[in-house]
């Protein structure tokens, strides 16, 4: 079978070329027989590594590009991990190990020298031309060396006024050396000169750890030299010498001011130490200039880092004032009159000024001319201030409140009898009427609670002697009603006498209590005069024993708890419409 599979298949690859365009030959649908293995096609090219690994650790090796070959160094070999307490790799490994092994090998720079830089000092002279004060400047330089890829940076450290840009002179890379190839440290000597980019820079000295390097490596450095000394650094600092013992010129200070510059703040050193240090004194002042007399407060700072004060008005409720407090801005403040100065005006010394010392408690001071404060108080950093650093102990506070003014009040008119007493109190008090407001508290303390009394007429007639009356009176909204009981034969109709309202007992001008009802008493309602001469059981054990009454509770604390609770639980509004909405249409469920 497998002879004539392999005829028919050498048969059908030699058939004609042009024959062939039409068949197509499925490597996949072949059997998989000896001798007619195919190899697959790769669906994925991956890309070459570019590293390759010497001793353990990955090197760069790009094939085809001509650089220099990696550079190794001798280094000690690193310590088996499996003897720091990890395992070995294998159990043969761990028993059949060589005991005469090299403590050292070969590591790429890059690796064993990181992070080790040979730093050296050195200086150039650099021609200044077109100028007589000097003909060359010294420049002080630092070289630095990396071990690692051997390259090099050349920094200049940064000197006040200077006048020229420094800091990095020459950017990290290879050296060229002046007999060819690249920069070595073997190059770079102490007090020798070093040449680069047409530039001589003499080396002066290095660190201690690059002289432990050279040492090392039997290369060693020599001692350190003096850097040549700069002759105009050396005049300016002569002149920095000479020009402090003189006393500035007006013209030099002009100048410096025009520049941005100037002399220092004398006061500076009272700034730096007293900043945000303030004394408060309380004052009042008595203003007689309006027709009516008033006393009116005021708060005085005193700020110790400026010497500078300033006056506040502390506006009392209802005062009729203006909202704006500033009574004298902060600012200098002269002792005595105050007067605008003009542009010929000589400016003041400085003891012409208010200081700390003008205000102590207890004082009338005159502030500005003509007003006069009396500090009756001083807070507890000022009396401490004073305590302290001046000596003096304030006296303590002076009470200058005025006693209360009674206010005329306008006398509240007579019940006219036309709707109920809270329609017309309402109508007294507004002059658009509102709707009397209930009183929830009493409501809910007193719902459903009934005081019932016994009475008849005082002066009765003769056909009013038996006739008896039943007067309930309701504790929650402090309504009367009187009600009279039917009796057989009386001739009279029975019923509701007055209906439930709230009425004024004519006696007191006030509306009726319950306590006007106890029995023994006379009440006059409208024109009938009663007489009280019993009560209910309920009614006489409430007046009995005042702890039977139901506990008393302020219903806006329990309201404001619930509103609490809910923004607790409920953020938004909306959530709390959500949770009650059980149906999920739109509607509060109740």
């Avoid at 006059?524 to 509770?553: G, M």
């Avoid at 009650?580 to 109740?590: A, E, R």
């Amino acid at each position: 079978g497998s002879r004539s599979l392999q005829s028919g298949f050498s048969s059908s690859l030699s058939l004609d070329r042009e024959a062939m365009t039409d068949f197509v030959v499925d490597l996949k649908h072949l059997p998989n027989l000896p001798g007619f293995s195919f190899p697959e096609i790769k669906e994925s090219h991956g890309r070459p590594n570019s590293l390759k690994m010497v001793n353990g650790v990955r090197i760069e090796a790009k094939e085809g590009v001509s650089h220099d070959r990696p550079k190794f160094v001798k280094a000690m070999k690193p310590a088996d991990t499996w003897r720091t307490g990890s395992l070995p790799d294998s159990t043969t490994r761990a028993v059949f190990k060589q005991t005469n092994q090299q403590t050292t090998c070969a590591l790429p720079a890059w690796d064993a020298l990181d992070r080790h830089v040979l730093r050296f000092h050195g200086y150039f002279k650099e021609a200044v031309v077109e100028t007589n004060l000097e003909n060359y400047r010294v420049r002080n330089v630092t070289i630095y060396y990396y071990l690692e890829d051997d390259t090099c940076q050349v920094i200049e450290p940064k000197q006040d006024n200077s006048g020229i840009p420094q800091g990095q002179l020459i950017r990290r890379h290879r050296f060229p050396a002046p007999c060819g190839g690249y920069l070595k440290p073997e190059d770079i000597q102490v007090g020798g000169e070093l040449q680069i980019y047409g530039r001589t820079i003499a080396i002066v000295d290095c660190d201690p750890f690059t002289r432990q390097y050279y040492e090392q490596a039997d290369m060693a450095q020599s001692p350190a030299t003096q850097v040549e000394v700069d002759p105009f650094q050396q005049t300016r600092e002569a002149v920095k010498v000479h020009s402090a013992l003189q006393p500035r010129t007006y013209e030099k200070i002009y100048r410096e001011v025009m520049l941005g510059g100037g002399h220092i703040n004398a006061d500076m050193q009272q700034f730096l130490e007293k900043d945000r240090k303030v004394l408060r004194f309380f004052a009042v002042m008595d203003d007689v200039s309006t027709p009516q007399f008033e006393r009116r407060p005021f708060i005085i700072m005193y700020f110790l880092s400026d010497d500078t004060v300033e006056v506040r008005e502390q506006y009392p409720l209802n005062c009729g004032r203006d909202n704006f407090p500033i009574f004298f801005r902060r600012g200098k403040m002269p002792a005595g009159a105050y007067t605008v100065d003009g542009p010929q005006a000589q400016p003041r010394k400085k003891s012409e000024y208010v200081n700390a010392l003008d205000f102590a408690v207890g004082m009338d001071i005159k502030l500005l001319g003509n007003f006069h404060f009396y500090l009756y108080d001083a807070d507890e950093f000022t009396r401490e201030y004073f305590k302290q650093e001046v000596g003096i102990e304030l006296e303590p506070k002076t009470d200058v409140s005025m006693p209360e003014r009674a206010v005329p009040r306008a006398q509240t008119p007579p019940y006219t009898g036309y709707g109920s007493w809270d329609d017309s109190m309402s109508s007294v008090t507004h002059l658009i009427p509102k709707p009397p407001k209930k009183d929830f508290n009493k409501l809910f303390q007193h719902s459903g609670k009934i005081l019932r009394f016994k009475a008849k007429f005082a002066a009765p007639k003769p056909e009013d002697v038996d006739r008896v009356f039943v007067i309930s009176y309701y504790l929650e909204d402090d309504c009367m009603a009187i009600h009279e009981p039917p009796q057989r034969n009386l001739g009279i109709v029975t019923g509701r006498f007055l209906e439930k309202g709230v009425y004024v007992n004519q006696a007191t001008g006030q509306l009726f209590q319950a306590t006007d009802l106890l029995p023994g008493k006379v009440v006059q309602v409208y024109n009938h005069t009663f007489e009280i001469l019993d009560s209910d059981e309920y009614t006489q054990k409430l007046f009995a024993n005042p702890d039977a009454k139901l506990r008393s509770f302020n219903i806006e604390a329990v309201l404001s708890k619930l509103r609490e609770s809910m923004r607790q639980q409920f953020p938004l509004v909306r959530d709390i419409f959500r949770r009650f909405d059980n149906d999920h249409d739109g509607v509060m469920t109740l």
